[in-house]
C-alpha cells in the first residue's frame, strides 16, 4: 500500500471511531446537578459509587450527573459498541458560600500513599473531617 493511500485509510478509520474523553474531574454540588456533553450516543453508564452521585441520561448527547453524598467515585460512558465516550472522577462537595473545598490528592497523578485520597470541607465554622475517595487511580481504556 502506498504512503499517502495508508495515511488517507488511517485517517478515516480514526474518523469513525468517537475518542474517549477523559475529563479529569468533576465537580457537583451535594443535591445539585451538572449537565454534561459526550461525544456520542451513551448506551452504558457506570457509577463507581451511586450512593455518591447518580446519572439520568437526558437525551442522545446529554447526561445529567447528581450529587447525592459528599464523597468522590468515578463515572465511565460508554457507546453500543463497548467504546468508551467519558472517563472521569466525581468528587460530590458541600461547601458553604464563601467557603472552600481542599481536594487533595484528586488530579490524577498525585494519589495518596497508601491508596486513599482525602477530602477536606472547610467553610466559615472551621475544616470538617476528610473523607476517603476512591482508592484506586482510574483504568485506563484499552
Known amino acids: 500500500m502506498k504512503p499517502s493511500c495508508f495515511a488517507a485509510a488511517l485517517l478515516a478509520a480514526l474518523s469513525l471511531a468517537p475518542a474517549a474523553r477523559a475529563s479529569g474531574m468533576i465537580s457537583v454540588p451535594l443535591a445539585g446537578a451538572r449537565l454534561l456533553t459526550v461525544p ?15 446519572v439520568t ?20 460512558v460508554l457507546d453500543r459498541q463497548g467504546r468508551l465516550l467519558l472517563r472521569a472522577n466525581v468528587m460530590v462537595a458541600a461547601a458553604d458560600d464563601g467557603g472552600v473545598v481542599i481536594h487533595y490528592g484528586s488530579g490524577g497523578k498525585s494519589w495518596v500513599p497508601g491508596g486513599l485520597t482525602a477530602v477536606a470541607e472547610c467553610g466559615p465554622g ?13 483504568a485506563k481504556a484499552k
Open 126 to 138: 472551621g475544616c470538617g473531617p476528610a473523607v476517603p475517595v476512591d482508592p484506586q487511580p482510574p
Open 57 to 76: 441520561v437526558q437525551s442522545r448527547h446529554r447526561l445529567v450527573l447528581f450529587g447525592r453524598h459528599v464523597g468522590g467515585t468515578t463515572l465511565m
Open 40 to 54: 456520542g450516543q451513551p448506551a452504558q453508564v457506570v457509577v463507581g459509587d451511586p450512593a455518591v452521585a447518580d
